[in-house]
C-alpha cells in the first residue's frame, strides 16, 4: 500500500516505517483494541494448555470470545494455528470464561456464550500468497489484518478476505477441523435470509442494492443476522423473520458514571418507526438502540433516508 502527502498539487510519498518488534504491534492493538474492532479487551499474553495467547477479548456484540495473535514472520501455518487455538478453546470453556470474570470483575456464564461466533484474528505486517490462499474458503472462523505504520505516526490496517466459495470441511479430512467445525459456524447470506418468506427476501434485496451503492459498504454476516458497515463500524443490523425483516440501529452507550460514548446518536425520524430500546451490559454500560420494523407496507426510501443518518455519523 503506497501512502502519498498532497503539497501544493505535487504527492510526494510517505515512507513507510517497519515495525521491528511483534510486541510493538500488540501494544499498539490492545491500548485501541476497542475503537479498532469494538471489542472488549480481557488480558494479555494468556496462557492455557501448552499455548500462550496473545491477546484474549470478548465481543460483547456477539457474546464471543476473540483470539488475537500478532506476527512478523510468514514460517507458520495459520490453518494449523488457528484451528488448534479454536480447539484449544472449546476444550478448556470453563477457563476462558473465568479469565474473564476475572479480568472484568463480572459473571459471565457458559451458556451466556456464543461459541459459534469464536474467531482468531492474526495481525501481520504483511502474509505471503500460502498463507492467504490456505484461508481462502468462505466458512473458516480466522480473520487476516495487514498492517502497516508510515511516518508521521500514520497507522494503515487492510483486511485479506476470502473470495472462494468452497468449503474447507468438504477438502479438509482433518480431524481437528472437522471437531472445530461441528461447534464454530462461519454462516453465509444464505443461511441468515432463509427463514424469511419470498417477498421479504426481494425486499432485503433491493435495500441492500441501495445500502451498497454507498461508499466504503460492506455486508457482514453473523450467526444470527446481518450486519451493514461502514468502514468495519456497525451501521444497522438486520433479524430476518418470515414476514418482515427488524431492522437495528446503535445509539451508543452510557457509562456507569453517566457519561456517553462517543458520536452517541439521535435520529430524526418524523414518521416515528424507530422505537428506543435499551439494555445494560455485565460491564454494568447501558446500550441504547433504535429497532424498526421493515415488511412490504413500508416505504423502503424511508427506510434508506433513516440508515443513512446513521452512515453519516460514522
Given at each position: 500500500?503506497?501512502?502519498?502527502?498532497?503539497?501544493?498539487?505535487?504527492?510526494?510519498?510517505?515512507?513507510?516505517?517497519?515495525?521491528?518488534?511483534?510486541?510493538?504491534?500488540?501494544?499498539?492493538?490492545?491500548?485501541?483494541?476497542?475503537?479498532?474492532?469494538?471489542?472488549?479487551?480481557?488480558?494479555?499474553?494468556?496462557?492455557?494448555?501448552?499455548?500462550?495467547?496473545?491477546?484474549?477479548?470478548?465481543?460483547?456484540?456477539?457474546?464471543s470470545?476473540?483470539?488475537?495473535?500478532?506476527?512478523?514472520?510468514?514460517?507458520?501455518?495459520?490453518?494449523?494455528?488457528?484451528?488448534?487455538?479454536?480447539?484449544?478453546?472449546?476444550?478448556?470453556?470453563?477457563?476462558?470464561?473465568?479469565?474473564y470474570?476475572?479480568?472484568?470483575?463480572?459473571?459471565?456464564?457458559?451458556?451466556?456464550?456464543?461459541?459459534t461466533?469464536?474467531?482468531?484474528?492474526?495481525?501481520?505486517?504483511?502474509?505471503?500468497?500460502?498463507?492467504?490462499?490456505?484461508?481462502?474458503?468462505?466458512?473458516?472462523?480466522?480473520?487476516?489484518?495487514?498492517?502497516?505504520?508510515?511516518?508521521?505516526?500514520?497507522?494503515?490496517?487492510?483486511?485479506?478476505?476470502?473470495?472462494?466459495?468452497?468449503?474447507?470441511?468438504?477438502?479438509?479430512?482433518?480431524?481437528?477441523?472437522?471437531?472445530?467445525?461441528?461447534?464454530?459456524?462461519?454462516?453465509?447470506?444464505e443461511?441468515?435470509?432463509?427463514?424469511?418468506?419470498?417477498?421479504?427476501?426481494?425486499?432485503?434485496?433491493?435495500?441492500?442494492?441501495?445500502?451498497?451503492?454507498?461508499?466504503?459498504?460492506?455486508?457482514?454476516?453473523?450467526?444470527?443476522?446481518?450486519?451493514?458497515?461502514?468502514?468495519?463500524?456497525?451501521?444497522?443490523?438486520?433479524?430476518?423473520?418470515?414476514?418482515?425483516?427488524?431492522?437495528?440501529?446503535i445509539?451508543?452507550?452510557?457509562?456507569?458514571?453517566?457519561?456517553?460514548?462517543?458520536?452517541?446518536?439521535?435520529?430524526?425520524?418524523?414518521?416515528?418507526?424507530?422505537?428506543?430500546?435499551?439494555?445494560?451490559?455485565?460491564?454494568?454500560?447501558?446500550?441504547?438502540?433504535?429497532?424498526?420494523?421493515?415488511?412490504?407496507?413500508?416505504d423502503?426510501?424511508?427506510?434508506?433516508?433513516?440508515?443513512?443518518?446513521?452512515?453519516?455519523?460514522?
Amino acid at each position: 500500500m503506497d501512502i502519498y502527502k498532497l503539497n501544493k498539487n505535487t504527492l510526494n510519498q510517505v515512507s513507510e516505517i517497519p515495525f521491528i518488534l511483534e510486541k510493538d504491534i500488540q501494544s499498539l492493538f490492545e491500548a485501541n483494541i476497542s475503537d479498532i474492532f469494538g471489542y472488549v479487551f480481557v488480558s494479555t499474553e494468556f496462557t492455557i494448555s501448552e499455548y500462550r495467547i496473545d491477546t484474549l477479548c470478548f465481543d460483547e456484540e456477539n457474546s464471543s470470545f476473540v483470539i488475537v495473535e500478532y506476527k512478523r514472520g510468514s514460517s507458520y501455518s495459520v490453518i494449523d494455528q488457528g484451528y488448534s487455538y479454536l480447539s484449544t478453546m472449546l476444550n478448556n470453556k470453563a477457563e476462558f470464561i473465568l479469565e474473564y470474570n476475572e479480568k472484568n470483575d463480572a459473571t459471565l456464564k457458559r451458556d451466556e456464550v456464543n461459541w459459534t461466533n469464536s474467531k482468531v484474528i492474526f495481525i501481520s505486517p504483511s502474509f505471503n500468497s500460502y498463507q492467504k490462499n490456505s484461508v481462502n474458503f468462505k466458512d473458516v472462523p480466522f480473520e487476516l489484518w495487514e498492517i502497516k505504520r508510515f511516518e508521521g505516526d500514520i497507522i494503515c490496517l487492510e483486511q485479506h478476505k476470502a473470495t472462494s466459495k468452497e468449503s474447507i470441511e468438504k477438502i479438509s479430512g482433518d480431524n481437528l477441523i472437522v471437531s472445530v467445525s461441528k461447534e464454530v459456524k462461519a454462516y453465509q447470506e444464505e443461511d441468515i435470509i432463509a427463514r424469511s418468506n419470498d417477498p421479504t427476501k426481494k425486499i432485503w434485496e433491493q435495500l441492500k442494492e441501495k445500502l451498497l451503492e454507498l461508499n466504503d459498504t460492506e455486508i457482514v454476516i453473523q450467526s444470527n443476522y446481518i450486519k451493514y458497515t461502514k468502514n468495519g463500524k456497525g451501521v444497522c443490523y438486520f433479524n430476518f423473520r418470515k414476514g418482515y425483516i427488524k431492522g437495528e440501529i446503535i445509539r451508543g452507550n452510557i457509562n456507569p458514571d453517566g457519561s456517553k460514548s462517543k458520536n452517541f446518536f439521535q435520529i430524526d425520524d418524523p414518521k416515528g418507526l424507530c422505537k428506543e430500546y435499551n439494555f445494560t451490559y455485565k460491564s454494568g454500560v447501558e446500550g441504547h438502540r433504535y429497532l424498526f420494523t421493515i415488511n412490504e407496507s413500508v416505504d423502503l426510501d424511508y427506510i434508506e433516508m433513516i440508515i443513512k443518518q446513521k452512515y453519516k455519523s460514522i
